[in-house]
Protein backbone atom coordinates (compact mmCIF):
# COMPACT_ATOMS: atom_id res chain seq x y z
CA UNK A 1 0.00 0.00 0.00
CA UNK A 2 1.17 3.34 -1.21
CA UNK A 3 1.92 5.84 1.74
CA UNK A 4 0.90 9.60 2.03
CA UNK A 5 1.55 12.15 4.82
CA UNK A 6 -1.26 13.63 6.34
CA UNK A 7 -2.41 17.10 6.05
CA UNK A 8 -2.45 18.98 9.87
CA UNK A 9 -4.14 17.04 12.69
CA UNK A 10 -6.37 19.99 13.27
CA UNK A 11 -7.74 19.18 9.77
CA UNK A 12 -10.49 16.38 10.04
CA UNK A 13 -12.48 14.07 7.20
CA UNK A 14 -15.74 15.38 7.54
CA UNK A 15 -18.50 12.62 7.82
CA UNK A 16 -20.21 14.49 5.00
CA UNK A 17 -17.66 12.82 2.62
CA UNK A 18 -18.64 9.06 3.41
CA UNK A 19 -20.57 7.57 0.56
CA UNK A 20 -23.32 4.83 1.26
CA UNK A 21 -21.23 1.96 -0.38
CA UNK A 22 -17.54 3.12 1.52
CA UNK A 23 -16.63 5.67 3.99
CA UNK A 24 -13.55 7.86 2.79
CA UNK A 25 -10.09 6.44 3.77
CA UNK A 26 -7.80 9.04 5.45
CA UNK A 27 -4.94 6.91 3.72
CA UNK A 28 -5.90 6.41 -0.13
CA UNK A 29 -5.03 3.03 -1.26
CA UNK A 30 -4.21 2.20 -5.02
CA UNK A 31 -7.44 0.54 -5.26
CA UNK A 32 -9.63 2.86 -3.83
CA UNK A 33 -9.35 4.43 -7.90
CA UNK A 34 -7.50 2.58 -10.65
CA UNK A 35 -6.35 4.51 -11.13
CA UNK A 36 -18.35 25.85 -40.94
CA UNK A 37 -20.49 27.07 -42.13
CA UNK A 38 -20.73 31.68 -40.85
CA UNK A 39 -22.20 31.75 -37.35
CA UNK A 40 -25.12 33.88 -37.98
CA UNK A 41 -26.18 35.71 -34.59
CA UNK A 42 -29.28 37.45 -36.53
CA UNK A 43 -31.38 34.17 -36.58
CA UNK A 44 -34.46 33.83 -35.84
CA UNK A 45 -35.67 30.68 -37.02
CA UNK A 46 -34.24 27.13 -35.41
CA UNK A 47 -31.29 25.70 -37.28
CA UNK A 48 -30.09 22.04 -37.83
CA UNK A 49 -26.23 21.50 -37.71
CA UNK A 50 -25.26 19.41 -40.57
CA UNK A 51 -24.33 16.40 -38.80
CA UNK A 52 -25.97 12.82 -39.47
CA UNK A 53 -28.09 12.16 -35.97
CA UNK A 54 -26.79 8.50 -37.05
CA UNK A 55 -23.06 8.78 -36.15
CA UNK A 56 -21.76 7.18 -33.63
CA UNK A 57 -18.28 7.22 -34.48
CA UNK A 58 -16.52 10.19 -33.21
CA UNK A 59 -13.62 12.32 -35.07
CA UNK A 60 -9.76 11.44 -33.33
CA UNK A 61 -9.12 14.85 -31.41
CA UNK A 62 -5.41 14.76 -29.92
CA UNK A 63 -5.40 13.41 -26.23
CA UNK A 64 -4.83 16.04 -23.48
CA UNK A 65 -3.76 13.15 -20.90
CA UNK A 66 -0.17 12.62 -20.23
CA UNK A 67 1.35 9.84 -21.71
CA UNK A 68 2.76 8.62 -18.06
CA UNK A 69 3.36 9.90 -14.86
CA UNK A 70 7.04 9.38 -15.05
CA UNK A 71 8.74 7.88 -11.79
CA UNK A 72 5.61 8.45 -9.58
CA UNK A 73 3.16 5.73 -9.93
CA UNK A 74 -0.24 6.64 -10.98
CA UNK A 75 -2.06 5.48 -7.79
CA UNK A 76 0.44 7.75 -5.37
CA UNK A 77 -0.36 10.48 -7.56
CA UNK A 78 -3.57 10.26 -7.49
CA UNK A 79 -3.59 9.41 -3.73
CA UNK A 80 -1.98 12.19 -3.02
CA UNK A 81 -4.41 14.63 -5.48
CA UNK A 82 -7.22 13.38 -3.75
CA UNK A 83 -6.17 13.62 0.09
CA UNK A 84 -5.14 17.40 -0.99
CA UNK A 85 -9.02 18.08 -2.18
CA UNK A 86 -10.58 16.29 0.39
CA UNK A 87 -8.24 18.68 2.96
CA UNK A 88 -9.50 21.71 1.05
CA UNK A 89 -12.76 20.84 0.95
CA UNK A 90 -13.50 20.03 4.63
CA UNK A 91 -12.01 23.68 5.17
CA UNK A 92 -14.50 24.86 2.71
CA UNK A 93 -17.52 22.49 4.43
CA UNK A 94 -16.62 23.85 8.24
CA UNK A 95 -17.37 27.61 6.59
CA UNK A 96 -20.19 26.90 4.13
CA UNK A 97 -23.40 27.89 6.31
CA UNK A 98 -20.82 30.86 8.06
CA UNK A 99 -20.81 34.51 7.32
CA UNK A 100 -18.35 35.15 4.69
CA UNK A 101 -15.85 37.60 5.02
CA UNK A 102 -15.47 38.79 1.28
CA UNK A 103 -12.85 40.97 -0.61
CA UNK A 104 -12.66 41.74 -4.06
CA UNK A 105 -9.87 41.13 -7.09
CA UNK A 106 -11.79 43.57 -9.41
CA UNK A 107 -15.66 45.12 -9.37
CA UNK A 108 -17.33 41.65 -9.35
CA UNK A 109 -14.33 39.12 -9.12
CA UNK A 110 -14.42 37.68 -5.03
CA UNK A 111 -12.08 36.21 -2.94
CA UNK A 112 -13.05 34.91 0.39
CA UNK A 113 -11.17 33.83 3.57
CA UNK A 114 -11.78 30.82 2.80
CA UNK A 115 -10.36 30.21 -0.47
CA UNK A 116 -7.17 31.14 1.24
CA UNK A 117 -7.57 28.78 3.73
CA UNK A 118 -8.33 25.64 1.37
CA UNK A 119 -5.35 27.02 -0.26
CA UNK A 120 -3.13 26.27 2.14
CA UNK A 121 -3.89 23.09 3.62
CA UNK A 122 -3.95 21.33 0.24
CA UNK A 123 -0.37 23.47 -0.23
CA UNK A 124 0.49 21.62 3.28
CA UNK A 125 -0.38 18.30 1.57
CA UNK A 126 1.71 18.84 -1.60
CA UNK A 127 4.57 20.23 0.33
CA UNK A 128 4.73 17.28 2.62
CA UNK A 129 4.43 14.69 0.29
CA UNK A 130 6.29 16.07 -2.71
CA UNK A 131 8.68 19.01 -1.29
CA UNK A 132 10.23 19.06 -4.98
CA UNK A 133 7.39 19.54 -7.18
CA UNK A 134 6.06 23.32 -8.70
CA UNK A 135 2.75 24.53 -8.20
CA UNK A 136 0.54 26.99 -9.60
CA UNK A 137 -1.96 28.37 -6.81
CA UNK A 138 -5.09 30.52 -7.71
CA UNK A 139 -4.21 32.32 -4.59
CA UNK A 140 -0.69 31.67 -4.38
CA UNK A 141 0.72 31.86 -7.47
CA UNK A 142 3.91 29.78 -8.86
CA UNK A 143 5.89 28.04 -5.60
CA UNK A 144 8.85 25.61 -6.03
CA UNK A 145 11.16 24.60 -8.53
CA UNK A 146 10.21 25.27 -11.62
CA UNK A 147 12.90 22.54 -13.00
CA UNK A 148 10.11 20.12 -11.99
CA UNK A 149 8.12 17.55 -14.08
CA UNK A 150 5.34 18.07 -12.03
CA UNK A 151 3.36 21.36 -11.92
CA UNK A 152 -0.16 21.20 -9.62
CA UNK A 153 -2.68 22.97 -10.42
CA UNK A 154 -5.01 24.26 -7.52
CA UNK A 155 -8.01 25.74 -7.18
CA UNK A 156 -9.42 26.10 -3.65
CA UNK A 157 -12.61 27.48 -4.14
CA UNK A 158 -13.77 27.51 -8.13
CA UNK A 159 -17.26 28.89 -8.01
CA UNK A 160 -16.20 31.80 -4.93
CA UNK A 161 -19.63 33.97 -6.07
CA UNK A 162 -21.74 30.63 -5.81
CA UNK A 163 -19.94 29.88 -2.37
CA UNK A 164 -20.03 33.67 -1.52
CA UNK A 165 -23.88 33.57 -1.89
CA UNK A 166 -24.77 29.86 -0.89
CA UNK A 167 -25.58 29.19 -4.24
CA UNK A 168 -24.45 25.35 -5.79
CA UNK A 169 -22.19 25.25 -7.77
CA UNK A 170 -19.08 25.43 -6.28
CA UNK A 171 -15.90 22.80 -5.51
CA UNK A 172 -12.42 22.24 -4.49
CA UNK A 173 -10.07 21.26 -8.13
CA UNK A 174 -6.74 20.19 -7.58
CA UNK A 175 -4.99 18.40 -10.96
CA UNK A 176 -1.36 17.48 -11.15
CA UNK A 177 0.57 17.93 -14.94
CA UNK A 178 3.91 15.87 -15.79
CA UNK A 179 5.50 17.52 -17.97
CA UNK A 180 2.59 19.77 -18.97
CA UNK A 181 -0.16 17.36 -19.53
CA UNK A 182 -2.97 15.96 -17.17
CA UNK A 183 -1.43 13.23 -14.74
CA UNK A 184 -4.11 12.77 -12.19
CA UNK A 185 -7.37 14.97 -10.70
CA UNK A 186 -9.35 15.57 -8.18
CA UNK A 187 -12.61 17.69 -8.04
CA UNK A 188 -14.84 17.74 -4.63
CA UNK A 189 -18.40 18.87 -5.50
CA UNK A 190 -20.56 20.61 -3.36
CA UNK A 191 -24.12 20.20 -3.45
CA UNK A 192 -27.73 20.68 -2.28
CA UNK A 193 -28.01 24.15 -0.29
CA UNK A 194 -27.67 25.45 2.48
CA UNK A 195 -28.50 23.57 5.70
CA UNK A 196 -28.20 20.45 3.66
CA UNK A 197 -24.87 20.79 2.24
CA UNK A 198 -23.19 17.07 0.81
CA UNK A 199 -20.29 16.32 -1.84
CA UNK A 200 -19.63 14.12 -4.60
CA UNK A 201 -15.87 13.20 -5.47
CA UNK A 202 -14.70 13.31 -9.25
CA UNK A 203 -10.94 11.58 -9.54
CA UNK A 204 -9.00 10.46 -12.77
CA UNK A 205 -5.63 9.37 -13.43
CA UNK A 206 -4.17 9.29 -17.14
CA UNK A 207 -5.04 6.10 -18.75
CA UNK A 208 -7.06 5.11 -15.28
CA UNK A 209 -10.51 6.22 -16.37
CA UNK A 210 -13.03 8.77 -14.16
CA UNK A 211 -14.25 8.14 -10.95
CA UNK A 212 -17.47 9.40 -8.71
CA UNK A 213 -16.96 8.79 -5.22
CA UNK A 214 -15.31 5.29 -6.34
CA UNK A 215 -17.52 4.33 -9.03
CA UNK A 216 -16.45 4.73 -12.92
CA UNK A 217 -18.67 7.11 -14.63
CA UNK A 218 -18.59 7.53 -18.17
CA UNK A 219 -19.97 10.41 -20.39
CA UNK A 220 -23.60 10.57 -22.16
CA UNK A 221 -24.14 8.51 -25.65
CA UNK A 222 -26.51 11.09 -27.05
CA UNK A 223 -25.23 12.34 -30.85
CA UNK A 224 -27.37 15.34 -31.40
CA UNK A 225 -26.93 18.73 -29.91
CA UNK A 226 -31.16 19.46 -30.70
CA UNK A 227 -30.92 16.55 -27.22
CA UNK A 228 -28.14 17.89 -25.67
CA UNK A 229 -28.09 19.93 -22.71
CA UNK A 230 -25.30 22.11 -22.26
CA UNK A 231 -23.44 24.54 -20.38
CA UNK A 232 -21.20 27.56 -20.57
CA UNK A 233 -19.74 29.97 -18.59
CA UNK A 234 -18.92 33.78 -18.92
CA UNK A 235 -15.83 35.78 -17.49
CA UNK A 236 -15.49 38.97 -15.94
CA UNK A 237 -13.94 40.97 -18.97
CA UNK A 238 -16.98 42.35 -20.70
CA UNK A 239 -15.53 42.27 -24.28
CA UNK A 240 -15.89 40.77 -27.46
CA UNK A 241 -15.19 37.42 -26.38
CA UNK A 242 -17.64 37.78 -23.75
CA UNK A 243 -20.06 39.20 -26.33
CA UNK A 244 -19.24 36.67 -28.71
CA UNK A 245 -20.22 34.02 -26.01
CA UNK A 246 -23.57 35.43 -25.22
CA UNK A 247 -24.59 35.07 -28.82
CA UNK A 248 -23.27 31.63 -28.91
CA UNK A 249 -25.22 30.88 -25.65
CA UNK A 250 -28.83 32.47 -27.72
CA UNK A 251 -27.67 30.36 -30.65
CA UNK A 252 -27.17 26.75 -29.04
CA UNK A 253 -30.26 27.83 -26.25
CA UNK A 254 -32.13 27.95 -29.70
CA UNK A 255 -31.19 24.57 -31.07
CA UNK A 256 -30.72 22.69 -28.11
CA UNK A 257 -32.34 21.44 -24.65
CA UNK A 258 -30.75 23.96 -23.18
CA UNK A 259 -28.29 26.17 -21.45
CA UNK A 260 -27.14 26.10 -18.42
CA UNK A 261 -24.52 28.84 -16.99
CA UNK A 262 -23.52 27.38 -13.24
CA UNK A 263 -20.40 29.62 -12.78
CA UNK A 264 -17.94 26.67 -11.76
CA UNK A 265 -15.82 25.41 -14.63
CA UNK A 266 -14.31 22.10 -12.80
CA UNK A 267 -18.00 21.64 -11.80
CA UNK A 268 -19.41 22.14 -14.78
CA UNK A 269 -16.84 19.74 -16.58
CA UNK A 270 -17.10 16.77 -14.10
CA UNK A 271 -20.74 16.92 -15.19
CA UNK A 272 -20.42 16.23 -18.59
CA UNK A 273 -17.73 13.07 -17.44
CA UNK A 274 -20.85 11.90 -15.62
CA UNK A 275 -22.75 12.41 -18.49
CA UNK A 276 -25.94 14.52 -16.96
CA UNK A 277 -24.67 17.05 -19.87
CA UNK A 278 -23.36 16.72 -23.40
CA UNK A 279 -21.09 19.50 -23.57
CA UNK A 280 -18.88 22.93 -21.94
CA UNK A 281 -17.44 25.76 -23.20
CA UNK A 282 -15.80 28.80 -22.03
CA UNK A 283 -13.10 31.71 -22.93
CA UNK A 284 -10.50 32.46 -20.82
CA UNK A 285 -10.03 30.27 -18.42
CA UNK A 286 -6.94 29.52 -16.23
CA UNK A 287 -5.12 26.32 -15.79
CA UNK A 288 -6.42 25.74 -11.86
CA UNK A 289 -10.03 26.00 -13.52
CA UNK A 290 -8.99 23.25 -15.97
CA UNK A 291 -6.52 20.97 -15.19
CA UNK A 292 -8.28 18.66 -12.92
CA UNK A 293 -11.51 18.60 -15.60
CA UNK A 294 -10.06 17.96 -18.65
CA UNK A 295 -9.00 15.03 -17.65
CA UNK A 296 -11.97 13.93 -15.95
CA UNK A 297 -13.94 14.29 -19.06
CA UNK A 298 -11.27 12.44 -21.28
CA UNK A 299 -10.89 9.77 -19.25
CA UNK A 300 -14.55 8.83 -19.45
CA UNK A 301 -14.53 9.21 -22.64
CA UNK A 302 -15.39 12.13 -23.62
CA UNK A 303 -13.39 14.70 -25.68
CA UNK A 304 -11.29 18.24 -25.26
CA UNK A 305 -10.36 20.86 -27.88
CA UNK A 306 -9.90 24.43 -27.94
CA UNK A 307 -12.39 25.96 -29.48
CA UNK A 308 -11.01 26.86 -32.88
CA UNK A 309 -10.84 22.57 -32.95
CA UNK A 310 -6.90 22.62 -32.12
CA UNK A 311 -5.25 20.62 -29.97
CA UNK A 312 -5.61 21.60 -26.10
CA UNK A 313 -3.48 22.32 -23.42
CA UNK A 314 -4.33 23.93 -19.84
CA UNK A 315 -2.21 27.13 -20.63
CA UNK A 316 -5.10 27.57 -23.32
CA UNK A 317 -7.57 30.49 -23.43
CA UNK A 318 -10.31 28.21 -24.42
CA UNK A 319 -11.96 24.89 -23.59
CA UNK A 320 -14.44 23.17 -25.47
CA UNK A 321 -15.19 19.49 -23.49
CA UNK A 322 -18.23 16.96 -24.91
CA UNK A 323 -19.15 13.58 -25.23
CA UNK A 324 -17.11 13.52 -28.45
CA UNK A 325 -20.48 12.63 -30.27
CA UNK A 326 -22.01 16.38 -30.60
CA UNK A 327 -18.55 17.58 -30.57
CA UNK A 328 -17.88 18.29 -34.52
CA UNK A 329 -21.61 19.50 -34.61
CA UNK A 330 -20.72 22.46 -31.81
CA UNK A 331 -17.63 23.28 -33.40
CA UNK A 332 -19.85 24.35 -36.55
CA UNK A 333 -20.82 27.20 -34.74
CA UNK A 334 -18.19 27.44 -32.01
CA UNK A 335 -14.96 27.61 -34.31
CA UNK A 336 -16.29 29.78 -36.51
CA UNK A 337 -17.03 32.16 -34.21
CA UNK A 338 -13.25 31.66 -32.71
CA UNK A 339 -11.42 32.72 -35.50
CA UNK A 340 -13.71 35.60 -35.96
CA UNK A 341 -12.06 36.91 -32.42
CA UNK A 342 -8.67 36.21 -33.98
CA UNK A 343 -9.22 38.60 -36.85
CA UNK A 344 -10.04 41.50 -34.20
CA UNK A 345 -7.00 40.98 -32.20
CA UNK A 346 -8.18 38.91 -29.11
CA UNK A 347 -5.54 37.32 -27.39
CA UNK A 348 -5.87 33.22 -27.59
CA UNK A 349 -1.90 32.65 -27.12
CA UNK A 350 -0.84 30.38 -24.33
CA UNK A 351 -0.88 32.46 -20.56
CA UNK A 352 0.04 31.06 -16.99
CA UNK A 353 2.57 28.80 -18.01
CA UNK A 354 5.41 29.03 -15.54
CA UNK A 355 8.74 30.72 -17.21
CA UNK A 356 11.08 27.72 -17.79
CA UNK A 357 8.69 24.92 -16.69
CA UNK A 358 9.57 22.35 -19.49
CA UNK A 359 6.66 20.32 -21.38
CA UNK A 360 5.86 17.85 -23.93
CA UNK A 361 3.41 20.09 -25.50
Same mark, same amino acid.
Given at each position: MAKFLLFPSSIRIHSRF???? #??FLPIPSPKLSPLRRNL?? !??????? /??????? !? !??KKYSKVAAESTGSIP??????????????????????VDKPRNINYKGATDLVTDTDKMSESVILEVVKNNFKDHLILGEEGGIIGDTSSDYLWCIDPLDGTTNFA??? +????????? /?? #??? +??AASVVEFVGGPMCWNTRTFSASSRG?????????????????? #?? /? /???GFGYEHDDAWTTNIELFKEFTHISRGVRRLGAAAVDMSHVALGIVEAYWEYRLKPWDMAAGVLIVEEAGGTVTCMDGGSFSVFDRSVLVSNGLVHNQLLEKISPATEDLKTKGIDF?????PENYVTDL
Amino acid at each position: MAKFLLFPSSIRIHSRFCTAS #RPFLPIPSPKLSPLRRNLSF !KTKTMSV /LSESPNE !K !KKKKYSKVAAESTGSIPAAELLGVVELAAKAGAEVVMEAVDKPRNINYKGATDLVTDTDKMSESVILEVVKNNFKDHLILGEEGGIIGDTSSDYLWCIDPLDGTTNFAHGY +PSFAVSVGV /LF #RGK +PAAASVVEFVGGPMCWNTRTFSASSRGGAFCNGQKIHVSQTNQVE #RS /L /LVTGFGYEHDDAWTTNIELFKEFTHISRGVRRLGAAAVDMSHVALGIVEAYWEYRLKPWDMAAGVLIVEEAGGTVTCMDGGSFSVFDRSVLVSNGLVHNQLLEKISPATEDLKTKGIDFSMWFKPENYVTDL
